[in-house]
């Protein structure tokens, strides 16, 4: 199969903690890039805040709940064409270079997420592709609204052989995108394959005290980008 020109829509990485666990809804985005955000909303009464900015060429959104830390990379403003961060190993390598601030407490779970869009010309060109991705599954060029979800499992070799979760999930978008050019509107529709991950570790264990986060992190952006080249297996 040939691998699909895959563009990065938007990469993700989780953190959870117990819920017992307190520590400030505000500054985190300066505390990780030494800047202040562009801008900041908190609900105090809820505990979340969400801090967004300009970070290496992108959009990097912070967002706090109780038990969890979203951390969001995504393409810069708005665009006439598919959103595109670059390649998939570029733009994990770089978003990798992130982590949390010691002073915050341990997480007990990851997990890192991604969506990636291979443009196609058309309708028939997109699901014609899903079936050579997906080639366990018979697809005709003429289906419509596919959705495949499957999780593939997997052993991690950072973290002493624990359970990864593997979720991908497999469609095809019709975008319509809206040009205005003085007084000229015109509409312009856009194809492409659409593939969602989803990688986290145990729901049901903690991390042990010893782990490299960073590593761990590295080995679940590493079978992303396998799970984008191979397929999901049967």
């Known amino acids: ?16 903690f117990s819920p017992d666990e307190e520590f400030k809804v505000t500054g985190l985005w300066k505390a990780i890039t030494g800047a202040d955000p562009t801008d900041q ?19 990097l959104t ?14 810069l403003g708005t ?4 959103p595109n961060l670059g390649s998939y190993e570029e733009r994990a ?10 002073e915050l407490p341990r997480a007990i779970r ?12 058309s309708h028939r060109e997109c699901y014609t592709g899903l079936g050579k991705i997906i080639s366990h599954v018979k697809i005709s060029p003429d289906s419509k609204e ?31 995108l809206v040009k205005i050019a003085g007084s000229t509107t015109t509409d312009e529709i856009k194809y492409a394959i659409r593939a969602e991950l989803d ?14 986060i960073n590593e761990l992190f590295v080995e679940l952006t590493a079978i992303g980008q396998n799970i984008l080249d191979k397929g999901p297996k049967p």
């Open 1 to 16: 199969m040939t691998t699909p020109a895959w563009q990065i829509e938007s990469l993700r990485k989780t953190f959870f």
């Open 41 to 59: 909303t908190t609900k105090p009464l809820l505990k979340t805040s969400t801090e967004t900015g300009e970070w290496s060429d992108s959009t």
């Open 62 to 75: 912070v967002s706090i709940q109780p038990g969890r830390v979203d951390l969001m990379l995504s393409p």
């Open 79 to 82: 665009s006439s064409d598919l």
């Open 93 to 102: 390598t770089i978003f990798n270079t992130i982590n949390l601030p010691s």
């Open 110 to 121: 990851l997990a890192f997420g991604a969506v990636a869009l291979a443009p196609c010309n």
């Open 146 to 176: 596919f959705l495949y979800r499957i999780n593939n499992p997997s052993t991690s070799t950072v973290c002493n052989s624990s359970n990864l979760n593997c979720i991908s999930t497999w469609g095809a978008i019709k975008a319509v």
């Open 199 to 212: 990688l986290s570790t145990d729901a049901e264990s903690k991390l042990p005290q010893d782990v490299n």
